[in-house]
């Protein structure tokens, strides 16, 4: 079962420092999503991706982030000189959409990276 | 204002018991996706179900179904015959209908923690 991977799994750092993120996507998913998720509340809306085109970020991603998606497969997500406030969980999901999917397609997400900044 | 509210912070069942799960949301919109995930401890989110706006049925799959009531904009999720693995946070989500300018992210309430005890 190839699901959504994501890359690393925990990530410790030190204020200031720059983090990234990769995500695999399923392959035959043209769409691609990052949320953020803190302790006990939902997952945010950070950005998506239609095949290598980024169509809409959140306001949540200040210009320390940046979301790539260069060949419309993997994704990868960067935080630069990072704020203890960034510390969540990312995840990452994909899903068929647009004129090659369904309405209703569902999100299918990865098991996330669990971020730390100390 | 928030697009979905989910107003039960913990619920809990008895196993072998139903449970009811509520989410209300707010839209103007008359075409819209309204989804339930599943994220156990563990941390990975597991999509459960989906109800379209136009639908004329309440979604079922297996143990899990919608109560989908249209005019009080309410799609509560009814877990039958509750197994103690259902112990998780469940959250419900909303995709909204592609209009100018509109967006296919899901929009996610704050969750319902479920203990389910033996």
């Known amino acids: 079962d190839t699901g959504v991977s994501q890359n690393p799994r925990h990530k410790i750092t030190k204020r200031g420092q720059n983090v990234t993120f990769r995500c695999d996507p399923i392959s035959e998913h043209n769409r691609l999503y990052w949320y953020r998720q803190t302790l006990g509340q939902g997952p945010e809306f950070l950005t998506y991706f239609q095949n290598e085109a980024q169509l809409e970020k959140s306001r949540l991603l200040s210009d320390r982030f940046s979301a790539e998606r260069p060949k419309g497969s993997f994704s990868t997500l960067e935080i630069q000189r990072t704020e203890q406030g960034d510390s969540a969980m990312y995840l990452c999901a994909s899903s068929l959409g647009g004129r090659t999917g369904k309405r209703n397609s569902p999100l299918h997400f990865g098991n996330g990276t669990r971020l730390t900044v100390t | ?118």
Do not use: H
């Not at chain 2, 339930?36 to 999509?47: A, D, H, L, V």
């Open chain 2, 1 to 118: 204002a928030q697009k979905i509210t989910q107003t039960q912070p913990g619920m809990f069942v008895q196993e072998k018991e139903a449970v009811t799960l509520d989410c209300t949301y707010d839209t103007s919109d008359q075409s819209y996706g309204l989804f339930w995930y599943k994220q156990p401890s563990s941390g990975e989110m597991i999509f459960l179900i989906y109800q379209g706006s136009y639908d004329e049925q309440n979604a079922t799959e297996g143990r899990y179904s919608l109560n989908f009531q249209k005019a009080r904009k309410s799609a509560n999720l009814v877990i039958s015959a509750s197994q103690l693995g259902d112990s998780a946070m469940y959250f419900c989500a909303m995709r909204e209908a592609i209009t100018q300018g509109g967006s296919e992210k899901l929009v996610f309430g704050k969750g319902t923690k479920l203990t389910v005890n033996p």
